[in-house]
């Protein structure tokens, strides 16, 4: 059975590019939380989505979007990137809205 | 915001020894977390205390929750080189639907 998968692994962006990571959610979860977690700090509440809308949003700026499928998978869209934004990108999967659940290993964004 | 703050931040132990890590918050909560974070990859959640909860158990695992202090411990008995890894606490506070995470502690077993 597998957990919560992300997409890409790695990847490195240049300053003002836009980036999109994906999350496919652990089998028979249907709600996606996702988190920031910058180096050396604790995960920080980006959004959570549930049936298809984003349902709680934590302190980030609108460049921070989202989207989820039919299928429970998810996409975070990040706008005009920053350094700022450079950090490791969680993903977390839950049966309905529980704000823990089965975490992926991440995405870590590198923001040059 | 990150409410849980986990003291001490760094502890090194000998294999063996017991590892003992604490978090406070500070307002009220439906209920605290610990998760294990393995070189900066995926969180690993261990073990979950309701609000009306004083302690638990799970394994190696025992964690303690003091609501009128709003702080918890967690102590891991017996440590194993595996246990070597970052250790957050987040907690689901009442009326703000969502994790909050410290800062996180850095625990080294030595073998």
């Known amino acids: 059975d597998a957990g919560v998968t992300q997409s890409p692994t790695h990847l490195i962006k240049t300053r003002g590019q836009q980036v999109t990571l994906r999350c496919s959610p652990k089998?028979?979860?249907?709600?996606v939380s996702w988190y920031q977690q910058a180096l050396g700090q604790g995960p920080q509440f980006i959004f959570q989505?549930?049936?298809?809308?984003?349902?709680q949003r934590g302190n980030f700026p609108d460049r921070f979007s989202g989207h989820q499928f039919p299928n429970y998978s998810s996409e975070l869209n990040v706008n005009a990137l920053l350094l700022g934004d450079s950090a490791l990108y969680l993903c977390?999967?839950?049966?309905?809205?529980?704000?823990?659940?089965?975490f992926g290993s991440g995405t870590r964004l590198t923001v040059v | 915001s990150q409410q849980g703050e986990e003291d001490p931040q760094a502890l090194s132990i000998q294999e063996g020894e017991n590892a003992t890590m604490n978090c406070s918050y500070k307002?009220?909560?439906?209920?605290l977390q610990w998760y294990r974070q393995n070189s900066g990859r995926g969180l690993v959640h261990l073990i979950l205390?309701?609000?009306?909860?004083r302690e638990k158990h799970s394994g190696r695992l025992r964690v303690t929750l003091d609501t009128s202090k709003k702080s918890s411990s967690l102590l891991i008995t017996a440590s194993r080189a595996a246990d070597t890894a970052s250790y957050f606490c987040?907690?689901?506070?009442?009326?703000?639907?969502?994790?909050?995470f410290g800062k996180g502690n850095q625990v080294v077993v030595i073998p």
């Open positions: 307002t009220s909560i439906n209920n």
């Open positions: 089998s028979g979860h249907d709600t």
């Open positions: 987040a907690t689901d506070a009442e009326g703000n639907n969502r994790l909050a």
């Open positions: 205390i309701r609000s009306n909860e």
């Open positions: 977390a999967s839950s049966v309905g809205r529980y704000y823990g659940g089965t």
């Open positions: 989505y549930y049936e298809e809308e984003e349902r």
